[in-house]
């Protein structure tokens, strides 16, 4: 069964609101096994579907652009293994709906990535938020226990003391 491509997506011609759609997908992966009423999931399969259909969009004309780059390929990657997910049917019983569910928006967390990298959007490592020009940050690095960095990039500098959200 192919998902169904909404016709207004085609048109999108304003940045995506990709706090929204990381706030929502991180609050359903952050519940774990805590299984929710088939309504319930249904309603955040069709809202992870839409925004996933959004950023596939959105991605593809950004990359369209920059064909050679590596970022351009490796969100393309992300891109398929997303269109893969949205063609899962629906799975029997609530728990394993609830799987696919989360497979779609563990899928929009990884295009909101992408889509930020395609697009020169940074966005705070602690709070998710962008981060505008005129706004003072500072560098951030998340050590593993290995020693490397798990990910680099900026934090606003609000958010020195805040503790960063986890994915």
């Known amino acids: 069964m192919t998902a169904i491509r909404p016709q207004a997506c085609r048109a999108e011609k304003t940045p995506l609101d990709t706090v ?46 920059r064909p050679q780059e590596v970022v351009a390929s490796v969100a ?24 696919r569910v989360k497979k779609l928006a563990c899928s929009v967390l990884a295009l909101c990535d992408h889509y930020e990298t395609l697009s020169g959007i940074t966005m705070c490592l602690v709070c998710d938020k962008p981060i505008a020009a005129d706004e003072e940050t500072v560098p951030y690095d998340q050590l593993s226990p290995s020693g490397g960095a798990t990910r680099s990039g900026r934090i606003h500098a609000a958010c020195v003391n805040r503790p960063r959200r986890s994915h």
């Open 20 to 65: 929204t759609m990381r706030g929502t997908a991180h609050d359903f992966i952050r519940a774990g096994d805590v299984l929710l009423r088939h309504g319930e999931l249904k309603q955040h399969s069709t809202e992870f579907s839409q925004n996933l259909w959004q950023l596939i969009d959105q991605i593809g004309q950004l990359a369209a652009r």
């Open 76 to 99: 393309m990657a992300g891109v398929a293994e997303a269109q893969r997910r949205l063609d899962l049917i629906e799975r029997p019983g609530l728990r394993g709906e609830h799987e």
